[in-house]
Every structure is written in structure tokens, then in C-alpha cells.
């Protein structure tokens, strides 16, 4: 069993910066593939980022491609999202989750475990 607990969400200006961190326990972390989505108000959940359990593989959403950026640091049990030159239509609650493959997959049916989310918005 792996829980995992999202941080670092908040109210930021458009052009702004913001780094979520997904803090995870268990032992098993580190061979996982890890993932970061999002949800706006009406909108199906999306990707934005994942990751192998080596962290050589990361892949993006194409809205986010050159402006975020996905690491993990496996001897803390935690991932992060590094985002910069945030939009307005960045605005959601964001998700870390995790599954039980090496390497991170597109669906969000294909993930084990699931954060309880944080809150993104971005003004402009």
C-alpha cells in the first residue's frame, strides 16, 4: 500500500512559478512509475507529467511541454512539478499518483494510488 500527499499548491499570478512536491510512503516508492494530472471544473482529469523509477524517462502533456518540468528524488519518497510561466488555464487541482510498472502510462486508469489533490489557480 503507498499513500501519497501533495503539497506546494496555491494562488499565483499568471507568468508565476509554483512547485508541488507528492510525498510517498512505503518502501516499494522507488520501483514505481509516477505521474502528475490535473482537473479543472467540468473538464475530464488529464496528464501532465510522469516519470520511470529511475527518473531517466519523463514524459508531458503537450499544454505543458517546455514549462513544466517532473524529477524524483527516490531516497526522500517524493516527486515534484516544477511549473513556470503558469497561464490561467493551468487552474486545477492537481493529483499525484502512482502505479505499480516501471514507467509512467497516459491513462488515468492505469494508476495504483492517488493523492487527495491540491489547488492550482493562476489569475490573470
Known amino acids: 500500500q503507498v499513500q501519497l500527499v501533495e503539497s506546494g499548491g496555491g494562488l499565483v499570478q499568471a507568468g508565476g512559478s509554483l512547485r508541488l512536491s507528492c510525498a510517498a510512503s512505503?518502501?516499494?516508492?522507488?520501483?514505481?512509475?509516477m505521474g502528475w494530472f490535473r482537473q479543472a471544473p467540468g473538464k475530464e482529469r488529464e496528464k501532465v507529467a510522469g516519470?520511470?523509477?529511475?527518473?531517466?524517462?519523463?514524459s508531458y502533456g503537450d499544454s505543458v511541454k517546455g514549462r513544466f518540468t517532473i524529477s524524483r528524488d527516490n531516497a526522500k519518497n517524493t516527486v515534484y512539478l516544477q511549473m513556470d510561466s503558469l497561464k490561467p488555464e493551468d487552474t486545477g487541482v492537481y493529483y499525484c499518483?502512482?502505479?505499480?510498472?516501471?514507467?509512467?502510462?497516459?491513462?488515468?486508469?492505469?494508476?495504483?494510488?492517488w493523492g487527495q489533490g491540491t489547488q492550482v489557480t493562476v489569475s490573470s
Open positions: 512505503g518502501r516499494t516508492f522507488s520501483t514505481y512509475g
Open positions: 516519470i520511470s523509477w529511475r527518473g531517466d524517462i519523463t
Open positions: 499518483a502512482a502505479r505499480r510498472e516501471s514507467g509512467s502510462a497516459y491513462y488515468p486508469n492505469k494508476y495504483d494510488y
